[in-house]
């Protein structure tokens, strides 16, 4: 059974930073494009950024790029997003992905940890 866990959500003023983690689990972790993506109340899911596979390609959100950085551990089946720089409109919640492709999402998401900014 396919398992991703986020974690490392929480309450931040604007300017800070967060990192989160997301723990896979039942499946091939380094034969996945990971991604991370968010939804914000009354909007649609959208994508922040994925790292390839073996962790030297990624790509991001325009809205994100520069603040924000992707990475993987494959022998620790986890990827991360350090989030700097965060402002209000970062508040959502945000799901981790694997996918087989580097620029579509796969069907495996987590459940989703909640990030709120403050100003």
């Known amino acids: 059974q396919v398992q991703l866990v986020e974690s490392g959500g929480g309450l931040v003023q604007a300017g800070g930073s967060l990192r989160l983690s997301c723990a896979a689990s039942g499946l091939t972790f380094s034969t996945y494009v990971m991604g991370w993506f968010r939804q914000a109340p009354g909007k649609e899911r959208e994508f922040v950024a994925a790292?390839?596979?073996?962790?030297?390609?990624?790509r991001y959100a325009d809205s994100v790029k520069d603040r924000f950085a992707i990475s993987r551990d494959n022998a620790k089946n986890t990827v991360y997003l350090q989030m700097n720089k965060l402002n209000p409109e970062d508040t959502a919640v945000y799901y981790c992905n694997a996918a087989l492709q580097f620029t579509a999402p796969g069907t495996t998401w987590g459940q989703g940890t909640q990030v709120t900014v403050s100003s």
């Open positions: 790292v390839s596979r073996g962790g030297g390609r990624t």
